[in-house]
């Protein structure tokens, strides 16, 4: 029988894998409580609604990419494609709207039936943090400071990773930017792909999306939206400026960034890096202001990112070491039952100990080299109350009194930590 092999587009992660992912979530998780977010886990499927509402139902994840069917009771369901929409969703479910500012982290998987490639699958992980329910420039800046902090914990500096950051500005604004694209691309129409044809009715903003060929000059000759900001799109996005300049988060303007719903204002931010090869992004937010109203709330500013966890863990440098344990060794089958004793003591106390089920005292101590075992400790047949403690890598080996190899091992490890 062939073995079975995971699904296309997904992977398993085990070993140093792992323990990249792991790494990248567990210290995003630890400094966003730093900064006061509180994480919620939502459901990764939810009523189709929830994703055409918030990701627009003209948009290459709805009409292409989105993992949607009919559940047995013949609602549509969707896994889900990324997490903004689903904590705006329980924003409103959980009747949280009364007591703003909500600052949420999350971690999870999400689902995208896209083509395959490097650090991209169709179940990806991403984390992501969510600002909900306040308007000031404070707000953008803050949570754009978190996401800088987060990649500077992994490793990542300016040389690695760079802030690009735009405004699309308030309504207004975006109004008048809209009609001055609909003029320019219009008049490139016979040039442009059919998908941004299409999209030169309903929403020219996208157009700006594009990565097909031929629309490259279009959108490289095409207008940007500073020279229609009013005067308060332009105080807002000069105070996050100010703001991130106070958080010491270095930036470069890029005003290609944008995104094309119309819930989305101010603040368009993206963290990219070319240490993939072509430049790349491994974080990217912005400010959304109309989805929660969208999800059937009152209107609720909100700003926030997400970011990739397979392509951020691509990119740390030496794996984290996997914690390597204590090897508990009877030295006869009589030992046994007081060796078991002890490594369930030093489990107790957050010691990691491991114990072979099985073989003689050279079979045990060749499987304690081969998890990795920093110490091993002989437990002898007599109860004489005296072990021998190994330290492994030194090969430094000396009795001790049985009743002191939990405190030994705890402050091996706590030094160790």
Not at 213 to 241: C, N, S
Request: proline share 5%; glycine share 8%; with cysteine.
């Amino acid at each position: 029988m062939t073995p079975l092999q995971p699904a296309r587009g997904t992977h398993d992660l085990i070993g140093e894998e792992f323990r990249r992912h792991r790494h990248v979530v567990d210290a995003s998780r630890r400094i966003a409580a730093t900064y006061g977010f509180v994480e919620w886990a939502t459901p990764v499927f939810e009523d189709t609604r929830v994703f055409s509402r918030s990701l627009g139902d003209t948009s290459d994840v709805v009409t292409k990419e989105m993992y949607t069917f009919a559940d047995r009771g013949g609602e549509s369901v969707t896994l889900r494609p990324e997490n903004t929409a689903g904590i705006c969703r329980a924003l409103v479910s959980n009747g949280l709207t009364q007591t703003l500012p909500q600052k949420v982290f999350y971690a999870g998987p999400m689902f995208r039936y896209e083509r395959p490639q490097k650090g991209r699958y169709r179940q990806f992980h991403q984390i992501g943090a969510e600002l909900i329910g306040a308007a000031e420039p404070l707000a953008d800046a803050e949570v754009i400071a978190l996401g800088w902090h987060i990649l500077r914990a992994l490793g990542f500096d300016t040389d690695d990773v760079v802030l690009e950051l735009n405004t699309l500005g308030d309504r207004e604004s975006r109004d008048a930017y809209r009609a001055a694209l609909v003029d320019h691309f219009a008049a490139h129409r016979d040039a442009l792909s059919e998908d941004s044809v299409a999209r030169l009715e309903r929403n020219p903003l996208r157009i700006l999306d594009s990565k097909e060929a031929r629309d490259a000059p279009a959108v490289a000759a095409a207008p940007t939206i500073g020279a229609h900001l009013t005067e308060a799109a332009r105080a807002f996005y000069d105070g996050v400026k100010a703001h991130l300049a106070h958080f010491g988060v270095p930036f470069r303007e890029n005003p290609r960034i944008v995104r094309g719903l119309d819930y989305y204002s101010h603040t368009a931010f993206e963290f990219v890096t070319t240490a993939l090869g072509a430049q790349g992004t491994v974080m990217a937010g912005g400010r959304y202001d109309g989805l929660v109203e969208e999800m059937g709330g009152p209107p609720t500013p909100a700003v926030g990112w997400a970011a990739g966890v397979e392509r951020l863990a691509m990119l740390l440098g030496a794996a984290p070491a996997s914690v390597r344990p204590v090897a508990v060794l009877p030295v006869s089958e009589a030992a046994e039952a007081d060796a078991i004793r002890l490594t369930q003591q030093l489990r107790q106390h957050d010691v990691p100990a491991e114990m072979a089920y099985r073989g003689n005292l050279r079979r045990r101590m060749e499987r304690a080299n081969r998890i990795g075992a920093r110490f091993a400790v002989f437990v002898p047949a007599e109860a004489a109350g005296i072990v021998q403690l190994k330290d492994l890598d030194s090969g430094a080996q000396h009795d001790l009194p049985r009743d002191e190899v939990l405190a030994r091992m705890r402050h091996e490890y706590r030094r160790e930590a």
